[in-house]
């Protein structure tokens, strides 16, 4: 059933952070409202929503009174718990995306298992319990490889890589001897990542691939078009297209590729897929008319879907810790900054970004 919501229905949105804040300036704009939930009473969401809930997202009672008042919730970060997605689906207010999307891209093992059975490559993986599982994993992949907590990890955080026979005995150790799995470390030579929506209906837009450079393991620039050629991006949004519909997904997902090098050309291996809006799509605010933000919003209201046609090349990077002060003083003509309203400046912290117009888009 196509939940169409009328202007002036209300959205609630699960996150008070940029992104949140982004979905809801963006729905704000298309005539909708939003109200949103989060436990942090100075999330920089809350600055531009009239409605918000400041509550612990296990506060099932508050939850509930919170779904019961919107006409649908979606959210903002992939880590939203399996009750709370209950309680949700309890009250009859749909969740887009759905539980089921949460439930996948949560969890690495599942997460990894999924891609691979839609027929899409992944870096070889194995499942690691302990230090036992830990060693037979190793023997059959080999090494190098990459050992990553299976749940919470982010930004570089819960993973370690082991190098040699010498790391085997530290690893699992290393990352706090959690729920983990080994995957081989691919040789890589590129990350790109395709943002893509898919709308009630089910059709679907995906946006040009962004190269990804990181810094520190946080992104800090994404450029479109990447450096790659027009069949591998092509190629990359039909894996993100496949992977979309075959979640029966409603909203907007970022799909994280490796480029790898081989003699047949390049290769592309899925890394993994966020649930949400996504920091390499930021680029599409200043480089197309219908961004990431306004498309999810579209999406889960259960309006048709916008072009995601690029009509410029762009550079997106972002503004982390105090490179905001010197971000916002920027005044290109080809510039665009974008202040997510934190007050506290942090080491690390995502503050803001800015985007960039290289020029026209080359390719049309
Ligand atoms: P992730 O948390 O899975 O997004 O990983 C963070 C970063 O670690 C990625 O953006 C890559 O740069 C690197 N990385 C993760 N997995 C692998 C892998 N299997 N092989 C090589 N590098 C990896």
């Not at 709370?84 to 749909?94: K, R, W, Y």
């Not at 994404?222 to 029966?248: C, F, H």
Request: charged letters at 20%; a negative charge; hydrophobic letters at 40%.
């Amino acid at each position: 059933m196509i939940n169409k919501l009328p202007t002036g229905a209300t959205i609630g949105i699960l996150g008070g952070g940029q992104l949140g804040r982004m979905m809801a300036l963006a729905a704000h704009r298309l005539g909708l409202n939003t109200h949103i939930f989060c436990p942090d009473p100075n999330s920089p969401a809350f600055d531009v929503t009239p409605l918000k809930t400041v509550a612990a997202y296990e506060d099932l009672s508050a939850l509930k009174a919170f779904a019961q008042s919107v006409d649908c919730v979606t959210y903002e970060f992939e880590n939203v718990p399996a009750e709370t997605a209950a309680a949700i689906a309890e009250t009859g207010t749909a969740l887009f995306p759905s539980a089921k999307a949460l439930e996948v891209s949560q969890e690495r093992l599942v997460e990894k298992t999924f891609i691979q059975n839609a027929g899409v490559d992944v870096a070889p993986f194995a499942k690691v319990d302990s230090q036992e599982e830990l060693e037979a994993a190793v023997a059959e992949i080999g090494l190098p490889a990459v050992l990553k907590t299976r749940r919470f990890g982010y930004d570089g955080k819960g993973q370690t890589i082991l190098r040699d026979k010498a790391d085997i005995a530290t690893a699992f150790d290393t990352i706090g001897a959690q729920p983990a799995i080994l995957e081989g470390f691919v040789p890589f030579n590129k990350e790109i990542s395709v943002i893509i929506a898919r709308d009630q209906k089910g059709a679907t837009a995906a946006y040009d691939p962004a190269e990804n450079v990181h810094k520190d393991h946080i992104l800090y620039t994404s450029t479109v078009p990447g450096d790659i050629a027009p069949e591998l991006a092509e190629n990359a949004k039909s894996i993100a297209t496949k992977l979309i519909e075959a979640l029966d997904y409603v909203g907007v997902m970022g799909v994280e590729f490796f480029v790898v090098p081989s003699e047949g050309g390049d290769q592309l291996i899925v890394n993994e897929i966020a649930p949400r809006v996504h920091n390499s799509g930021h680029w599409t605010e200043a480089a197309c008319l219908v961004d990431q933000f306004e498309q999810h919003i579209r999406a889960v209201a259960g309006w048709q879907l916008g072009k995601p046609v690029r009509h410029s090349d762009v550079v997106m990077q972002n503004l982390i810790g105090d490179e905001i002060d010197e971000g916002m003083n920027l005044t290109d003509s080809n510039v665009q900054v974008h202040h997510y309203g934190k007050t506290e400046i942090r080491a690390g912290r995502k503050m803001g970004h800015f985007n960039r117009i290289l020029g026209p888009n080359r390719a049309q």
